[in-house]
C-alpha cells in the first residue's frame, strides 16, 4: 500500500541554520505530495504541496521538489528562524476515488536562538 | 484560518461514556475527513464522507461511528471509551473532484479519558 516515510526527530538547529527534513514515498500511480506542519498547540496548517513530478512546492521560504525518480519530497528552507520550531508532516494523496491523505510519523524542528 | 470549524476544542470524560464531536467544513467542500492524532500511533485516518455519503474507511474502531449531514456538517460519535482513545481528532475538508487533493484541517478536539 502507499506510505510515507520521513526522518526522525527532533531536528536541533541554530537560527538562520540551513534545514533539510528528509522525506520519501511508496505509491501506485501518481500522488500528490503536501508538507503539513503543526505549531505547539494548534492544528495541522498546509506548508507547501506538489502535484507531478518536477514540480517545487513553496511557501514562507520552505521549498520541496517532486522527485519522481528518488520517491522522494525534501523539505529545505534556507535559513531557519525560531518561529520556525515545529512539528513538519510529509503526505501524499493518492488522487483516486478519495483523496485521502496518507501521513508520515513526523519530524519535530527546534531552533535555537 | 483554515475555514474547516470543530466543536468541542477540549472535552474531559470518564471511561464507558459516549462523545460527539461535531465539525462544519468548509464552505463548498463537500467531503469531510476525520484524523485520530495520538502519541503512538501518529496522523491515523478514520473515515471520509462525501456529500453525505460514507466515502472511504480506514483504521476507524467499532465502537466509533460518524455521519455527514444534508447541511454537510459532519459527527464523529465515540462510544465505550476507553484511556486509550484519548487523542486530538482532527476533522478536515476538500472540494471533491479536486485532482490537486488539497485537503485543509480544523483545529481538533481533544478528547481525554479518565
Known amino acids: 500500500g502507499n506510505s510515507v516515510t520521513q526522518m526522525e526527530g527532533p531536528v536541533t538547529l541554530s537560527e538562520e541554520a540551513f534545514l533539510t527534513i528528509n522525506c520519501t514515498y511508496t505509491a501506485t500511480g501518481y500522488p500528490s505530495l503536501f508538507w503539513y506542519v503543526q505549531y505547539p498547540g494548534e492544528g495541522l496548517q498546509l506548508l507547501l504541496k506538489a502535484t507531478k513530478a518536477d514540480d517545487k512546492g513553496s511557501n514562507k521560504g520552505f521549498e520541496a521538489t517532486y522527485r519522481k525518480e528518488t520517491t522522494s519530497f525534501h523539505l529545505e528552507k534556507g535559513s531557519v528562524q525560531v518561529s520556525d520550531s515545529a512539528v513538519y508532516f510529509c503526505a501524499l494523496s493518492d488522487r483516486g476515488a478519495t483523496n485521502k491523505l496518507i501521513f508520515g510519523t513526523g519530524t519535530l524542528l527546534a531552533v535555537q536562538p | 484560518d483554515s475555514g474547516v470549524t470543530q466543536t468541542p476544542k477540549h472535552l474531559i470524560t470518564a471511561t464507558g461514556q459516549r462523545v460527539t464531536l461535531r465539525c462544519s467544513p468548509r464552505s463548498g467542500d463537500l467531503s469531510v475527513y476525520w484524523y485520530q492524532q495520538s502519541l503512538d500511533q501518529g496522523l491515523q485516518f478514520l473515515i471520509q464522507y462525501y456529500n453525505g455519503e460514507e466515502r472511504a474507511k480506514g483504521n476507524i474502531l467499532e465502537r466509533f461511528s460518524a455521519q455527514q449531514f444534508p447541511d454537510l456538517h459532519s459527527e464523529l460519535n465515540l462510544s465505550s471509551l476507553e484511556l486509550g482513545d484519548s487523542a486530538l481528532y482532527f476533522c478536515?475538508?476538500?472540494?471533491?473532484?479536486?485532482?490537486?487533493?488539497?485537503?485543509?484541517f480544523g483545529e481538533g478536539s481533544w478528547l481525554t479519558v479518565v
Open positions: 478536515a475538508s476538500s472540494v471533491e473532484g479536486d485532482p490537486r487533493g488539497t485537503i485543509y
